[in-house]
């Protein structure tokens, strides 16, 4: 097994004293990475939550959604504040990218990066042609998958645009200082419909799919809360990387030991906490979702 190849590597034997055993794990997220998305997920549910009931005021459930948050004002300053935190991590994130180009700690594109590249495009066919059963299931990822890469430049314009129309109209009077009237009809248009985009498309048909209900990973995928997998198992699920470590003689850059039996039955808890409000979320958004096409179509 490649785990224990590599733990016969690493092991040391002080003497008179019993071999340990090390469980190896492959590093792929770091800590600023894994704030990151604590920090985008929790607003951005806070955000649908607040927002779907403000644009949809004159509903009955969105009546009582805004009386039990505690009123329309009480759902605006909890809007403004998750919007704030949106926008303090997109902040974090452009700096980090900036500190990225300038300390050139790697390439901007290629292999590994988050750049698409034309083996995106062969490996979606292939998957597709695989779920219509004219094919195999594409193995040679790389540290990043195509629907991976689809996901973060999607999700990343969608933010930049929620961000900027939100706070024109947060401060419509200071826009209309620079811009005609009719930019503001835009952003509202543009807010709301970026906002149902994110949370039908992205959130209820897509991210949730990748991140919980794959076979492979259900309940959820734990990678970008404790930013490690088994170093076996990463080494079969994106072989194209690990093999270029293996070349390049990095590989032990990302591997670290895995956490203790008592650390791993309090994350078994943290796991299935995050799992739970996570399908329960997803179910609200579903049904949402589902009301909203029934009301689009005039039934």
């Known amino acids: 097994m490649l785990e224990e190849r590599l733990t016969r590597e690493r092991v040391t034997h002080a003497p008179a004293v019993a071999p340990r055993t090390v469980h190896l794990e492959y590093k792929r997220f770091g800590l600023f990475h894994r704030w990151m998305h604590w920090l985008v997920m929790a607003s951005f549910v806070v955000l649908v939550f607040t927002g779907m009931p403000l644009e949809y005021k004159n509903t ?37 990218f900036g500190l990225y180009i300038l300390r050139g700690k790697g390439p901007l594109w290629g292999p590994g990066t988050i ?53 024109m109209l947060w401060f419509p009077e200071q826009t209309a200082r620079f811009l005609p009237g ?15 985009l994110a949370m039908g498309f992205v959130f209820v048909f897509w991210h949730v799919f990748h991140a919980h ?30 093999e270029r470590r293996v070349r390049s003689g990095t590989l032990d850059e990302v591997l670290v030991e895995a956490a203790g ?10 796991w299935w906490t995050i799992t739970i409000a996570a399908f329960v979320a997803w179910a609200v958004f579903a049904l ?12």
């Open 60 to 96: 009955a459930w969105a009546k009582l959604e805004m009386h039990v948050i505690g009123g329309v004002q009480t759902a605006g300053i909890a809007h403004r504040l998750a919007a704030l935190v949106m926008v303090f991590s997109v902040v974090c994130e452009l700096v980090y």
């Open 115 to 167: 750049v698409p590249a034309r083996e995106d495009w062969r490996d979606m066919k292939g998957m597709f042609r695989w779920f219509l059963g004219k094919g195999t299931r594409p193995q040679a990822f790389d540290r990043f998958t195509y629907w991976e890469k689809f996901e973060f430049w999607a999700a990343s314009g969608g933010v930049m645009t929620m961000v900027a129309t939100g706070f």
């Open 182 to 196: 009719i930019f503001l009809n835009l952003a509202m248009t543009n807010h709301a419909g970026g906002a149902l």
């Open 213 to 242: 209900f794959r076979p492979e990973v259900f309940p959820m995928d734990k990678v970008m809360f404790n930013g490690t997998v088994p170093v076996d198992e990463y080494a079969v699920e994106r072989p194209l990387e690990f």
């Open 261 to 270: 039996a008592k650390r791993k039955a309090l994350e078994n808890v943290a």
């Open 288 to 299: 949402f979702t589902v009301w909203l096409m029934y009301v689009w179509m005039g039934f």
